[in-house]
């Protein structure tokens, strides 16, 4: 393959489909992003006021992380594949009062009240027709807090629909009646069971894994200020059913309205992201506020008074149902990051209709206080919290070649072949 | 079984990382350690219970979650707002080093062993703390650090725990090397050994039924400064703090040689003795063991001692002509005694008077200690007494192992040494060898059994340098065979590499203080009883007073702080006025 590679060929192939790209792609994004210029320039791009250095707060805050990682392709035993899944919960305090600032709470702490930190669990399902998703459908419920669904899909649709529904039999009013079975199981919640591949499969897992951690945050004791994820808050919404397609989908309509509730600010951070035009809102910023400013911007929807922006008009998951992202950067060095937020909470929390200053006021706020929490030198302008939860569940190459070594050693003792175990292919070195 | 407890060990320091059963690595907290501190390494594996030991070599920070500490460090720079959360738990110690080997708990014992072992994954590291691990260390280090001959406690970084370091008196006459630049603490050391063999010989004195074997040591003391000491205190006041039963005991009338007893302080005086030695005891290999002869004067003046015996000195320098019938070129004659004439002018070499040498022949053998201030002396005045005293005393004793009895003996002695001496002393040796009296039939002792004899050689280099040990040395002899007449030989000096390989190989025990330049280093390194590679670091930063005390019989290379002799005698001047010693545990002191 390298020799194949390695030629002047395969240059010429990477620099037409690059130009093809562009032919087809960016000429006419251009086109919108000239429609948005001024629009993202003058009303929804700022800049940061960030605190000193060596701000003592009025009030110091907790800020929880949780970050989940695995494999999908952990063992074997003939047909049966099993997930390994890793979910770890951080909090820090700006202990700005005390110092050193952002102290990280103890695992003991921790644990006492979350269970050990990071920790493990496991999933297997077999190649037997709908085992894969009756499986899915048990983990999902063991995983979960709220065992029964009927408890955590109705603030979907009372996030979508609006707050007259008030429990599951309000559903008998809606269109959504005829569903209202398909809901009451977590078997049918799963209703893209047709493209139940492995990784969807274990995505849908760690997902719900780590929803599990943030509600189990939100109902201790601790009382964090921001509870942070890594990804987007994005609900695949079936394009029949007009509603979740997976059961995650509502439980983070239901984690979101728990945090509501309790006043904790939820919210998703992905560094890797599919914004179009991101590199060119981060120049665009560099030429405004110069090219050591820290900056957010605002990617509204197309219910915002103004409308949605034209550059994402035709992707169909910007801005992420029931959610509000933001392109913000907090350090030069790095790309910019997404970070979104319940649309809910944001309506209520930061959004002043018909008051653009007071709304961009309060944005002001709320990015102070997320550009103070990434400022650790190992991750700068990245949430620190956040780092430090994917580092702690973060399942290493090492790890995982140990994790089976282990499996196979307990394979051997518990009488089974380890041969069991292996990959087909690796018999003829593939 | 846990025949330990853990948390006497010392504090939890870190855990082993990665490494072989020579070099590993550990990761610890983030604590103040320095190169030399020796770690302690708990290892379960297929049910042994080992504790290993680590030598620390070398350190480096290591910040865990990062792989790139400069760019860490450059964000801090750049952006002055950056902090680290929670790196305290982060912040790591590399910490690189040596295994030294490992103590395991086997048939009721605690053996020690080299490094042929590696420790369980991920095994506690333990740093060793004074005042909580001392017991335990000492313990496990038993076969490591027990003896009969105090040296100084063992070492970790920069304190030290109360684990004395010893030199088993057994492998004294497998001779001892003190190796140290100027200002490295020899003469303390020297000070403190004296002070260490005394103290055995009160043991044996004390518990005459006990195994202990007396210690007899002809100490050269250049400088004049061990009887009354560098400091506050010297052997002196040792000698001044015991009862006189005790002192009698111990160190008879005298302790104290001089070349001139008016010139020594009034109350030395009353324990001091002028050294004189007796032309007529003086052979020529004692001659030939100091200084370079050619063939020529080789041949001249082995046919002269063939026929005049133990008067050949004398009589070669009244001659006035080459005596008729020697085939001796030219010359010969003259040049050998200008060489010799050194002897005429000594004022320690006499042709007639008393000698010295019975004197010290007898504290030798009753196992006493001798200071003999040389400072007043030439090279060769102290060379020449050096080589007499050695070789006279390692022929009485070669005379007693090629006996079957004293009759033996008798003829053995009239053999190998000088006549008036041996007529002089030889009812007196009678009764040090004889096995149950004194006539002829009586048995003679092993030699093995009598007082170890430890004598100094100082400014060895030049004695027992290649050149000289090539020809017919005394000390070529002492060097190989002193074990067998329990005779050896505390050599000291500031340079290793311009030694003779023969000692250097014959040397079992080293006791290796700073050192001046990397030569020299290394030639210790090279010369050590166990393989000290790596310690050059060590060596660099060694101060006053620290030694690295290596030995055949043992695994461990053993880091030592020699105390300060005045603080010791200070500590320990009470014990001597009682008559009894001290308990057995504390045998090191008393």
């Not at chain 2, 015996?309 to 050998?336: F, Q, Y």
Request: proline share 4%.
């Amino acid at each position: 393959m390298l020799e194949k590679i390695l030629t002047d060929k395969f240059r010429k192939l990477l620099k037409t489909v690059l130009l093809d790209i562009k032919n087809q792609q960016d000429l006419r994004d251009e086109e919108e992003f000239a429609k948005d210029e001024a629009r993202i320039k003058e009303k929804l791009l700022d800049t940061v006021e960030s605190y000193s250095a060596n701000i003592v707060l009025d009030e110091d805050f907790l800020i929880a992380a949780v970050d989940g990682s695995g494999t999908e392709n952990f063992g074997m035993l003939d047909d049966i594949r099993i997930h390994l899944l890793s979910t770890a919960t951080v909090i820090l305090d700006t202990n700005t009062q005390k110092g050193p600032p952002f102290s990280i709470m103890s695992g003991a702490a921790l644990g006492a009240e979350l269970g050990e930190q990071p920790s493990l669990d496991m999933h297997w399902h077999s190649g037997v027709r709908h085992d894969a998703k009756n499986k899915m459908a048990d983990s999902l419920t063991y995983i979960y807090p709220i065992k029964d669904p009927t408890e955590y899909v109705t603030q979907f649709f009372r996030d979508d629909l609006g707050p007259q529904i008030k429990s599951f039999s309000d559903l008998d009013s809606t269109d959504f009646a005829r569903h209202k079975s398909k809901l009451e199981h977590m078997n049918s919640l799963i209703s893209r069971a047709g493209y139940l591949t492995n990784p969807v499969v274990h995505d849908e897992l760690r997902t719900v894994s780590e929803y599990a951690a943030i509600r189990n945050v939100l109902t201790s004791k601790f009382k964090p200020k921001f509870i942070l994820i890594d990804g987007a808050m994005s609900v695949f919404v079936h394009h029949v059913l007009k509603y979740p397609s997976m059961p995650s989908g509502f439980m983070l309509r239901e984690i979101c309205a728990l945090a509501r509730e309790k006043e904790v600010i939820l919210c998703a951070v992905s560094k890797n992201h599919t914004i179009p035009f991101a590199h060119r809102i981060a120049k665009m910023a560099e030429e405004i506020f110069g090219a050591e400013a820290k900056w957010f911007c605002l990617l509204p929807s197309k219910n915002h008074p103004n409308g949605g922006l034209h550059i994402y008009s035709d992707r169909t998951y910007l801005p992420p149902k029931l959610a509000v992202p933001y392109l913000f950067s907090f350090s030069r060095d790095n790309r910019p990051s997404r970070i979104d937020f319940d649309r809910i909470w944001w309506l209520k929390n930061i959004f002043v209709r018909g008051d653009p200053a007071a709304t961009r006021a309060n944005e002001k706020k709320l990015f102070r206080d997320l550009e103070f929490m990434s400022r650790d030198a190992r991750w700068y302008g990245y949430p620190v919290a956040l780092a430090l939860a994917h580092v702690a569940c973060k399942l290493s190459y090492e790890d995982l070649g140990l994790a089976r070594e282990v499996y196979r050693d307990v394979l051997r003792a518990t009488n089974h072949d380890p041969r069991r175990a292996a990959p087909l292919r690796e018999d003829y070195n593939l | 079984m846990m025949v330990f407890n853990k948390d006497n060990l010392g504090e939890l320091f870190g855990k082993v990382g990665v490494g072989n059963q020579t070099n590993l690595e550990i990761m610890g907290s983030n604590r103040d350690i320095s190169v030399g501190e020796i770690f302690m390494i708990t290892s379960e594996r297929d049910g042994h219970e080992r504790v290993f030991f680590f030598r620390v070599l070398g350190l480096q920070n290591y910040l865990r979650q990062v792989d790139d500490m400069s760019r860490v460090a450059g964000t801090l720079m750049v952006e002055g707002d950056a902090y680290l959360s929670g790196i305290e738990r982060n912040m790591l110690l590399d910490v690189q080093g040596r295994m030294l080997g490992y103590a395991e708990y086997t048939g009721g014992k605690w053996v020690f062993r080299s490094p042929r072992r590696l420790p369980d994954h991920l095994a506690s590291v333990y740093r060793p703390v004074a005042g909580t691990s001392d017991a335990d260390v000492r313990m496990m280090l038993e076969s490591q650090t027990s003896g009969e001959m105090y040296v100084g406690d063992l070492q970790v970084g920069e304190t030290t725990l109360d684990v004395p370091v010893m030199i088993p008196s057994k492998f004294l006459p497998m001779h001892v090397g003190i190796f140290g630049s100027t200002g490295s603490g020899k003469s303390n050391l020297m000070m403190v050994l004296i002070k260490s063999l005394i103290d055995t010989n009160i043991a044996a004195s004390t518990n005459p039924d006990g195994d202990i074997l007396r210690i007899s040591a002809f100490c050269i003391d250049p400088h004049d400064e061990f009887a009354k000491g560098v400091d506050k205190y010297g052997i002196h006041h040792i000698v001044e703090a015991m009862g006189p039963t005790l002192r009698s005991e111990v160190l008879g009338n005298f302790y104290y040689l001089t070349t001139h007893l008016r010139a020594t302080p009034r109350d030395v005086k009353k324990y001091a003795k002028e050294i004189r030695i007796k032309w007529d005891e003086i052979q020529p290999r004692d001659l030939y063991s100091i200084t370079e002869f050619t063939p020529q004067m080789n041949a001249f003046i082995d046919s002269m001692y063939a026929v005049e015996h133990e008067n050949w000195i004398a009589k070669i320098l009244e001659l006035d002509e080459e005596p008729e019938g020697m085939s001796t070129p030219k010359g010969t004659m003259r040049a050998v005694q200008r060489r010799l004439r050194f002897l005429k002018r000594s004022p320690i070499f006499i042709e007639d008077g008393t000698s010295i040498l019975d004197d010290i022949y007898e504290a030798m053998e009753t196992g006493r200690i001798l200071v003999v201030n040389t400072s007043l002396m030439s090279d060769t005045e102290q060379f020449l007494l050096t080589t007499v005293v050695t070789r006279t005393l390692s022929d009485m004793r070669r005379a007693v192992k090629s006996s079957g009895n004293l009759g033996d003996f008798e003829k053995q002695g009239y053999m190998r040494l000088p006549t008036p001496f041996f007529g002089r002393v030889k009812k007196m040796a009678r009764s040090f060898y004889g096995r149950g009296g004194i006539s002829d039939s009586a048995e003679v002792k092993d030699p093995r059994s009598l007082p170890v004899i430890q004598i100094t050689v100082e400014e060895a280099p030049s004695i027992l340098n290649p050149e000289l040990m090539k020809g017919r040395s005394v000390f070529k002899d002492i060097s190989r065979q002193g074990r067998k007449f329990n005779i050896g030989l505390v050599v000291v000096s500031q340079q290793v590499s311009v030694l003779d390989n023969v000692i250097l190989s014959q040397m079992n025990t080293e006791i290796n203080l700073r050192m001046g330049n990397e030569r020299e280093i290394r030639a210790c390194i090279d010369n050590a009883s166990v393989n000290i590679s790596g310690f050059e670091n060590e060596f660099r930063v060694m101060s006053r007073g620290e030694a690295l005390l290596t030995a055949s019989y043992r695994e461990l290379p053993l880091p030592v702080k020699i105390p300060l002799f005045d603080d010791i005698f200070e500590r320990d001047r009470g014990k001597y006025r009682s008559k009894r010693s001290s308990k057995k545990s504390e045998k090191h002191i008393l």
